[in-house]
């Protein structure tokens, strides 16, 4: 994931530094505006290596919505059926396996 895409440096202060604040004029560093006198600004270095981290849970939290739409849409039915006895466990537990097939979470450098 890191490196992917240009980081996203006003994702990064809103995740990482919330109670501050801040302006950004365009997406590089030299346009970021400190205005929180009680925290010390940032270097683009420390927001470069909180990038990869809030990239990551950036995506795992994407990946979270699309699955919990599809589990409502399409396992959650099968679930009802199968508790109802029209349908099989394993019919439910592979429509749930579809759907971790289908929308996997990110994959962390050095992580297996």
Known sequence: MGGDKIMDIALILS??????????NGDSYSGLEWLSEDVTK??????????????NEAETARIQGLRKAAYAD???PI???????DATEQEWLD?????????????????S
């Open 15 to 24: 995740k990482r530094y919330p109670d501050t604040q801040w302006t950004l």
């Open 42 to 55: 940032p270097t683009l270095e420390d927001l470069q290596a909180e990038w990869a981290d809030v990239e």
């Open 74 to 76: 399409e396992s959650d």
């Open 79 to 85: 679930f009802f059926d199968y508790q109802r006895g």
């Open 95 to 111: 429509a749930v396996q579809a759907i971790k097939d289908r929308y996997p979470y990110p994959v962390v450098e050095g992580e």
